[in-house]
């Protein structure tokens, strides 16, 4: 369960360990992030965990890494959890049907390590389930801003675990610092986030989750090594929006009775 890939000199935690802890985090106020999505994903006998976030009733972005796998997967996303492993009756649970990674996504380096997940039902919205907006592509997050980091993942570097969700502050990092620590680290489409002064990180279980800043998703918990959680990779959205935005019209286009692409 607890696999590592050592890709290069960086330690990616892969989703079947899940990629992503919330440590030095604190428990969330219950439904108060809203567009928090809890994808369990399985592969046979194999189960394992990430996060994503909801951005249109019928769409979640994750990591690419979730739900790279060979052979058949099954993806469930859950939404309107605050404890995801128990039985609350603000939970929706929805099979995903169909999803799309980036075309050019690779597992060297994790490149382009974002997903798009079309919900079919559509998530009703309401109280405790409701999208974040995403940014434009021209939207920059400053270095030195503080972000939150919303997740289930582990609570510690020895493998504590939460069912609740936690939420941990970290502050962007300038991108030379990942371009001294990762080889494949790319500086248009990626985030170097948390800093060695603060006991503070994302790590497994919690890929795939967002880097919310000023209210909007600016960035998707990829990767960080083994054995040093400062700084950590994240996906950086303004550089996909106009992918994202693509996909999202194929996905309107689907529902239209009689479309090519409908049933």
Known sequence: ??????????FVLLPWAGAGRIIGGREVKPHSRPYMA??????????????GFLIRPDAVLSAAHCVDKEGRVRVTVT?????????ERSQQKIRVGQWVTHPKYSRVGLK???VLLKLKPKARINKNVQS???????DRVREGALCNVPGWGWT????????????VKLKVQNATVCQQIFRYYERQSMLCVGDESSPKATSRGD??????????AHGIVSHARERNLFPSVFTKISYFEPWIREQLRRFALQDIPGSPSSG
């Open 207 to 216: 890929s795939g989750g967002p880097l919310v800043c000023n209210r909007k």
């Open 112 to 114: 382009n390590d974002i």
């Open 38 to 51: 809890h994808l369990k994903i399985q592969r046979g006998s194999q189960t394992s965990y990430c996060g």
């Open 156 to 167: 510690s570097d020895t493998g504590n675990t939460t069912n609740v969700l936690r939420e």
């Open 132 to 138: 974040i907006s995403i940014p434009r592509r021209n």
């Open 1 to 10: 369960m607890l696999l590592l890939l050592l890709l290069t000199n960086a």
């Open 79 to 87: 939404l309107g959890a605050h404890n995801a492993r128990g039985r």
